[in-house]
């Protein structure tokens, strides 16, 4: 009896050759789990940042409110340059002039400095300490006196009176330094201060800047130079923040 030889079908031989379904469907489930363990790395790193957003955003809220709540009692201490005398303004008398301050909070605040500032002569400038201002109603006033007050007299130039500013430092209840500036800007001090100097100027300053920094209660650091060589670095410190 003849037996007829038999022939492989072609999808019989590439089912042959390329696994049994078995083997198809563990392939299959692997390749399954690797795009899912893709997108759950995916996921997890946009849940991560997400929350380091918030985070961030969270931090930077809060250092705002550390700023405001700073602010909050060095915000009502204020000085300003006026007239002292009743009824109808009198500015040939210098004696009723001077610098007006006031702690308009709750606590007092210490160690300060009061600077009247003249904007035509650096000579009529002066300066006075305060041991604490207290909280006050209503400001107190410190005529200008001094040298100040001689030279606004003999000079007989009253004008320049009105050319005054004042300039006040104080330290506050929780030990932060602050400055308002002679035209009312409050400015938060980082207790560090840069001057920069050539060498003679900085022999010849140096007493009376380290006097500056213990009144004002902040760290100075003399950085000396060649004299050509201060106004690019200053410059350059100033484009950096510095």
Same mark, same amino acid.
């Given at each position: 009896?003849?037996?007829?030889?038999?022939?492989?079908?072609?999808?019989?031989?590439?089912?042959?050759?390329?696994?049994?379904?078995?083997?198809?469907?563990?392939?299959?489930?692997?390749?399954?789990?690797?795009?899912?363990?893709?997108?759950?790395?995916?996921?997890?790193?946009?849940?991560?940042?997400?929350?380091?957003?918030?985070?961030?955003?969270?931090?930077?809220?809060?250092?705002?409110?550390?700023?405001?709540?700073?602010?909050?009692?060095?915000?009502? &201490?204020?000085?300003?340059?006026?007239?002292?005398?009743?009824?109808?303004?009198?500015?040939?008398?210098?004696?009723?002039?001077?610098?007006?301050?006031?702690?308009?909070?709750?606590?007092?605040?210490?160690?300060?400095?009061?600077?009247?500032?003249?904007?035509?002569?650096?000579?009529?400038?002066?300066?006075?300490?305060?041991?604490?201002?207290?909280?006050?109603?209503?400001?107190?006033?410190?005529?200008?006196?001094?040298?100040?007050?001689?030279? &606004?007299?003999?000079?007989?130039?009253?004008?320049?009176?009105?050319?005054?500013?004042?300039?006040?430092?104080?330290?506050?209840?929780?030990? &932060?330094?602050?400055?308002?500036?002679?035209?009312?800007?409050?400015?938060?001090?980082?207790?560090?201060?840069?001057?920069?100097?050539?060498?003679?100027?900085?022999?010849?300053?140096?007493?009376?800047?380290?006097?500056?920094?213990?009144?004002?209660?902040?760290?100075?650091?003399?950085?000396?130079?060649?004299?050509?060589?201060?106004?690019?670095?200053?410059?350059?410190?100033?484009?950096?923040?510095?």
């Amino acid at each position: 009896m003849l037996r007829m030889p038999v022939v492989a079908q072609p999808w019989t031989v590439a089912a042959a050759n390329l696994g049994d379904i078995p083997t198809w469907i563990s392939a299959l489930a692997s390749l399954l789990a690797l795009v899912g363990a893709g997108l759950a790395t995916w996921q997890a790193y946009r849940i991560y940042q997400l929350e380091s957003m918030r985070d961030s955003d969270a931090r930077s809220e809060q250092r705002t409110r550390d700023r405001l709540a700073r602010r909050a009692q060095a915000g009502l &201490v204020s000085g300003w340059w006026g007239y002292a005398g009743g009824g109808e303004l009198d500015d040939t008398d210098a004696h009723q002039w001077g610098a007006f301050v006031r702690n308009a909070s709750e606590l007092p605040v210490f160690r300060a400095t009061v600077t009247t500032v003249n904007r035509t002569s650096a000579e009529l400038a002066e300066s006075f300490d305060l041991p604490a201002i207290p909280p006050a109603g209503q400001p107190v006033f410190h005529r200008l006196r001094g040298a100040a007050l001689a030279q &606004v007299v003999q000079s007989e130039r009253a004008g320049q009176i009105f050319d005054y500013r004042v300039v006040l430092a104080f330290t506050d209840s929780s030990g &932060v330094r602050w400055i308002r500036d002679q035209r009312g800007g409050l400015h938060e001090c980082d207790g560090a201060l840069t001057v920069l100097l050539d060498e003679g100027r900085a022999e010849a300053l140096g007493e009376p800047l380290n006097d500056f920094a213990n009144r004002n209660g902040v760290r100075l650091a003399l950085r000396t130079m060649d004299f050509l060589d201060l106004q690019p670095e200053f410059l350059a410190a100033v484009a950096s923040g510095d």
